[in-house]
């Protein structure tokens, strides 16, 4: 089967920096989105990623491991408007995104 | 650019009655649209994916009958709750793609539908 597994919950600092971890195990692989998600809102997207290694965009990064069917989306100088859910998504070889079922992040002061 | 609106906002509905929720992308044409469903504190569950001027393609224990799907165009899909109960409350998204290399979809800013 299909399967994206990522952390509940976490909690940060702000102004620190934290890495969300995703693992994927899909029928073949065609990239992996990571989307923000406020409270009420609809998703909004932050990074693909299809080629191992890190993308950087301002303050947020994504990095893919493919051998390792794993993701991580790192945020630096947290703020509080970060606080949010942060889904992962991979598209498999139908070019279907599988959803992961997002990571809540809170931002503390 | 990639704008996708969704109207209404916002519904509450009796049950029993339908309702109609549109997707329309703003400024390109959307040859692929997806029909999300997001229960409070849950991840986003795909409901269906449609092309347009071809029938929708539905998730397993989505019921086609319940949730019309009518791709009409390029640029508008609408979904239909029929028969509406208290269950199907919930907030409703919808995303397109544009048919291109970017497999990215853009979402709507969602409907939230209670029905009482």
């Known amino acids: 089967g299909q399967n994206i597994d990522q952390p509940t919950e976490m909690t940060a600092t702000e102004g620190a920096i934290v890495q969300i971890n995703c693992t994927y195990q899909?029928?073949?692989?065609?990239?992996l989105f990571w989307y923000q998600q406020h409270a009420g809102e609809a998703p909004t997207f932050l990074s693909y990623?299809?080629l191992d290694g890190l993308e950087e965009k301002g303050r947020f990064s994504s990095f893919l491991s493919r051998s390792k069917g794993y993701s991580y989306l790192l945020l630096k100088e947290l703020q509080m408007k970060d606080s949010a859910s942060y889904l992962c998504a991979a598209l498999d070889s139908n070019y279907q995104l599988i959803w992961g079922a997002g990571t809540k992040l809170i931002i503390k002061p | 650019g990639a704008v996708v609106s969704q109207h209404p906002s916002r519904v509450i509905c009796k049950s029993g009655t339908s309702v109609k929720i549109e997707c329309r992308s703003l400024?390109?044409?959307?040859?692929?649209m997806f029909w999300y469903r997001q229960f409070p504190k849950q991840s986003l569950m795909l409901m269906a994916t449609?092309?347009?001027?071809?029938?929708?393609?539905?998730e397993q224990g989505v019921e086609k009958d319940k949730f019309l799907i009518n791709h009409a165009s390029l640029t508008l899909s609408t979904l239909t709750v029929t028969s509406a109960h208290p269950e199907d409350s919930s907030f409703y998204i919808c995303?397109?793609?544009?048919?291109?290399?970017?497999?990215?979809?853009?979402f709507g800013p969602g409907t939230r539908l209670t029905v009482t």
């Open positions: 990623n299809v």
């Open positions: 449609s092309n347009e001027g071809s029938k929708a393609t539905y």
């Open positions: 400024d390109f044409q959307a040859t692929t």
């Open positions: 995303s397109a793609r544009d048919g291109g290399d970017s497999y990215e979809q853009y």
């Open positions: 899909t029928s073949g692989f065609n990239g």
